[in-house]
Each structure stands twice: as structure tokens, then as C-alpha cells.
């Protein structure tokens, strides 16, 4: 308490000596971390004397005393961190050692392509990576005043005005700091706008079987009921129609991802669209799939009201392990005065009558939005282009190579898929008892990561190769899957039996291989050299073979044994 001062200009005082701290009421707070030192204390303490906070006066924390110990009650009083591995390295040398043997667990983009479909791994250039190394961009508050922050709202705003671009929409907010946070947010846009036309009634969300799990996760979490309509090959026009027009004195909102999440581009999508505007509803279009759409088409052109965008994917911050990730919803002029604020510091992007904030921070994940600036900015309008030119053009050329040896799921009536594909092995699966996880796994053996697995078609990979691969790396990929057709033929043939062979034990670890015993009826060198590449670029060794999922999905709790 600074009485009787005020708070708003002890606070100012301290901002020019270089001391952020805020006010609350006639309080003044700042927050300490492990990067504090007691120094840090002292000088923040010397600063309010100078300010005239204070005095000779007793005050209830002269009773506390500094130690530097925890509280009794957060106190640990049993062992911990006793493995081994956190009692035996002493040196940063074995440090360096211990960490690149972790390297080398991890079939990562450092060794070759990793194609999950509906995930879009492109590259991550180290050029968009730099700036969030520098700590102008990574040392910023959330709070702090803005008379120190032109520059990175200058950063925040202009990136804005880029998504909108690539959208085709009026208005963005990089508020929201994941994908199912941007739906969320999005979803909660356009309740508030029904509300505040007095259709605040409006709760029926319809969502297309193919959506991703977080559609309708997002819709529940905004109290909508939700109605589900097949598009296994496309939604049926007049199924739809039907749909809405059911449910069109309720009808809050459609949430479609486009393309499609089975791989091509809804013929229909702008009479849908407009189908739902005729019912009273919004469209909500799922950005997912926007590596396929930059600068091709727009969520604006398609019809859409708002979208989010998965910047962890299409717009290159790398992504995966949990985070850190930026999902910023873009919308159209109509649900600008809805964007989401923030009680602390309002973002210039916010609406006069705003949704609820999604975020602890006014611009979410900040920090990292350096990363699809860079991207923007180095790449241009051509070159964002180019990106999603390439990545069908990829896609396509994989499924060409890839047809004549195995099924593929349902593509538009051009026989032209998106940016990724899905091949189906129901038929492989019916023949020779071989599934898509041993597929999967045998891929690693070929030192590839498995491609999305059974997703949204039952028995499947779906393959996303993104416009980062040359020709040469995407002919790898389709050359270790031929390869392991005819692998599969030797079953069809009965030269190997349906529990012997290397998809079943796919992979193979360098401990089974170099073993004294080999049971097995093909060889090592098929087992673990399968291809030539994997002799001259570098062998990758899996660190375990095959695990019984089920046993583990029914055993949550693992111990290491040493």
C-alpha cells in the first residue's frame, strides 16, 4: 500500500528509472521469478523510498523473515529425483553426450520427410526461429506499458493485417494460443454477435463426421447442440439443405473444415455456405487445412464468417510435445466488435463489445508470433503462393506414384486430391491379416515417420508431404512403400507366413539384429537394410520394437527399470 501516494504515480515514477510494476487500487505488485536476484529486491526497494513510499513507520512485513527457505507447508519432506540419470553426470561434456543420444532417438525432420496428413510438418527455417532467441522479443511482459512496447505491437498488428490478407477477412485476434482455443473463441464470436441481434436462442452447431475431434469438443463447451452429417464422399447438398432448413430457427453456426479433412475440395463449399446464411447461421471454417488454400482461395471467398488459423502448422512455428502454439481466429466485419479483449491491457484488435477473453496474455503466445511474421515477410505474396501450390502439386504426384499398389480413399471428380491423401488398407487387411499400424511401424525400418494413422478413415495412413520436400525425398517415401507392397505380396504368395514377417515385428532394433539368434524366415539385412538409403544416408535405429498398445492403454503407470 502506498498511501498516501498514488499507486498510478509511484508506478510512472518507477517506469523511468527502468522498474515496471503495476498498480491495483492504491497498491503497487510486481512479480518475482528464478531469474530474480536479492539485488533485484533491494534496488526496487531503494526506488519506492526515493519515490516516497514507505518510511520510519512499522509495516506487517517487518514481521516476515527472509531466508530464502519455502514455507513449511510447500516444503519437501521425501526423496526425489533419485534415478540415476540425475546423479550421474557431472560434466558438461557428458551432458552434450546424454543429450545427442536423446537426438538420436527421434526420427525427426532432421532425417527424413514426416508426412502425418492433417498435421503439416513443413520446415521451420532457422531465419523465422532467430528473432525469438533475441531478448527484445523474448523478454517482453504481457503488461508492460506501451510506451515500451511500439515495437512489438507494431510486430503483432502488422501480422494481423497479413492474416487478414491471406483470409480474405476484415478483422483478426492472435488471442487465442491453440487451435481448439481459436475454435473456442471463434465459436464464442458468433454467439455474442447472435446475441446482440436478439438471437441469442441460435444453438444448434452442424459438424461434419470428418471434423476433427476438437469441432465438436469446442461447440459442447459453448452450450451448443450439436448435429452431425456424413461427407465420407462429400456432403450430399440436399441432405444438407434438409438439415438446416430443420433446424433453421435455431440454427447457430456450421464449423466445416476446408478443405476437407478427407483430402480434397468440397465441390459444393459456397452454396453451403450460403445455405446456412439463408438459415439465420454462421460459418465457422476450420483452418486446419489452410497450407492448401494460401493464396489459391479464402475462407473469404469460400463464404466463411470467421476462421482460425493454426500458425503452428501453416505458417511454420513447429509444433508437436504440447506447445508453445499460436491459433489467432480471423472474421469478417460483422463480428469485428466482437474480437476478444483483455481486462489488463486491451489489444488495439479487440471489439467495443467484446466475447470473453481465451488467454491469460492479450496477444496469447507473443512470444512467437515473430515466427509467422518471418515467414510472411520472406516468402511475400508469391511465395505463400508457391507454398500451397507445391504442396498439392507434392500430394498429387505421391498419389499418382502410389495408386497402382494401393487403394485410395475417395478423391474429387478431377481423381485430384488436396495437399495431403489417404491410402486405405481395409482390402490388404481382409487378405493377409497385415493393419496399417504394421505399415507404420515398418516405415520406421525404411527411417520414416509413420504418416497419420486410421484418421478420419478407419484401416488408413493419411499423407501430408507439404511443400518442404524435394522431388528426391518424396520419391523415397513412395519407393519404401512399393517396396513394402511386395513385401506384403510374399504374404499374399505364402512365402512368408502371416506372424512371421517383417511388418509384424517392424522395427527392428540394432540389439535384435546384431544378436547371435535369428529366428526369423527373411534376413537381417531385409529386416533392417531394406532399402538402399539406408546404408548411404545413415541408418536410423528404433530404440524399441513393437509394444502391445492395448496392454499398455490398460496399464497407465510405467517404471523404469535399471
Not at 102 to 116: G, P, T, Y
Not at 227 to 249: P, R, V, Y
Not at 349 to 358: E, I, K, R, T
Request: glycine share 8%.
Amino acid at each position: 500500500d502506498v498511501s498516501p501516494k498514488s499507486a498510478a504515480a509511484v508506478v510512472e515514477e518507477l517506469q523511468a528509472k527502468k522498474l515496471n510494476l503495476r498498480a491495483l487500487n492504491n497498491s503497487v505488485l510486481m512479480n518475482l521469478d528464478e531469474t530474480h536476484l536479492e539485488t533485484d529486491v533491494h534496488c526496487v526497494i531503494d526506488a519506492l523510498k526515493a519515490a516516497g513510499v514507505g518510511g520510519g513507520s512499522a509495516t506487517s512485513a517487518a514481521s516476515i523473515q527472509v531466508n530464502g527457505e519455502m514455507p513449511a507447508s510447500f516444503a519437501r519432506t521425501g526423496p526425489f529425483l533419485e534415478q540415476k540419470i540425475f546423479n550421474s553426470i557431472t560434466s558438461e561434456t557428458e551432458m552434450m553426450r546424454y543429450m545427442h543420444t536423446l537426438q538420436l532417438k527421434d526420427l525427426a525432420l532432421d532425417k527424413s520427410m514426416i508426412s502425418l496428413g492433417s498435421c503439416t510438418m513443413k520446415l521451420n527455417s532457422v531465419s523465422s526461429l532467430a528473432p525469438c532467441s533475441w531478448p527484445e522479443v523474448g523478454n517482453m511482459h504481457p503488461f508492460a506499458p506501451s510506451s515500451q512496447t511500439a515495437g512489438y505491437r507494431e510486430l503483432l498488428e502488422s501480422l494481423e493485417k497479413y492474416l487478414n490478407s491471406c483470409t480474405g477477412f476484415d478483422a483478426c485476434s492472435l488471442q487465442p494460443t491453440s487451435g481448439a482455443s481459436g475454435e473456442y473463441a471463434g465459436l464464442l464470436v458468433i454467439r455474442k454477435y447472435q446475441e446482440a441481434q436478439g438471437q441469442g436462442h441460435r444453438n444448434v452447431c452442424i459438424i461434419p463426421r470428418s471434423a476433427h475431434g476438437t469441432n465438436p469438443a469446442s461447440a459442447a463447451m459453448c452450450d451448443m447442440e450439436i448435429k452431425w452429417i456424413d461427407d465420407s464422399a462429400g456432403m450430399d447438398l440436399q441432405e444438407f439443405k434438409d438439415l438446416c432448413h430443420a433446424n433453421k430457427d435455431r440454427l447457430s453456426a456450421l464449423m466445416v473444415t476446408y478443405p476437407s479433412t478427407r483430402a480434397f475440395f468440397e465441390d459444393n463449399i459456397q452454396e453451403i455456405c450460403a445455405t446456412v446464411h439463408e438459415c439465420g447461421g454462421q460459418v465457422y471454417m476450420d483452418g486446419a487445412n489452410m497450407n492448401a488454400q494460401l493464396g489459391l482461395t479464402s475462407p473469404g471467398m469460400i463464404g466463411a464468417d470467421v476462421c482460425h488459423l493454426n500458425l503452428h502448422k501453416t505458417f511454420s512455428i513447429p509444433h508437436g510435445g504440447g506447445g508453445p502454439g499460436l491459433g489467432p481466429i480471423c472474421v469478417r466485419k460483422h463480428l469485428a466488435p466482437h474480437l476478444q479483449g483483455h481486462c489488463v491491457v486491451n489489444p488495439s484488435s479487440a471489439g467495443s463489445d467484446p466475447a470473453g477473453a481465451v488467454s491469460a496474455a492479450p496477444w496469447g503466445q507473443a512470444g512467437i508470433a515473430c515466427i509467422p511474421w518471418m515467414f510472411c515477410t520472406m516468402l511475400g505474396k508469391q511465395g505463400v503462393l508457391d507454398s500451397a501450390r507445391y504442396a498439392i502439386l507434392n500430394a498429387n504426384y505421391m498419389k499418382a506414384r502410389l495408386e497402382p499398389h494401393f487403394d485410395i480413399v475417395a478423391t474429387n471428380k478431377n481423381n485430384r486430391c488436396s495437399h495431403e491423401f489417404i491410402m486405405d488398407f481395409s482390402t490388404i487387411r481382409k487378405n493377409t491379416g497385415i493393419v496399417e499400424e504394421d505399415i507404420a511401424k515398418r516405415l520406421q525400418d525404411y527411417g520414416f515417420h509413420a504418416p497419420t494413422m486410421s484418421w478420419p478413415v478407419p484401416h488408413s495412413l493419411m499423407v501430408e508431404p507439404t511443400e518442404s520436400e524435394d522431388k528426391g525425398e518424396l520419391d523415397r517415401f513412395c519407393d519404401a512403400m512399393i517396396l513394402i507392397r511386395k513385401e506384403i505380396q510374399k504374404i499374399e504368395s505364402g512365402e512368408w507366413s502371416t506372424e512371421d514377417n517383417p511388418l509384424k515385428h517392424a522395427p527392428h532394433t540394432q540389439t535384435e539384429v546384431c544378436a547371435t539368434e535369428w529366428t526369423h524366415p527373411y534376413t537381417r539385412e531385409e529386416a533392417a537394410f531394406p532399402a538402399p538409403w539406408t546404408l548411404k544416408r545413415g541408418k536410423f535405429w528404433p530404440t524399441v520394437a513393437r509394444v502391445d498398445n492395448s496392454l499398455g492403454d490398460r496399464k497407465l503407470k510405467l517404471r523404469l527399470e535399471e
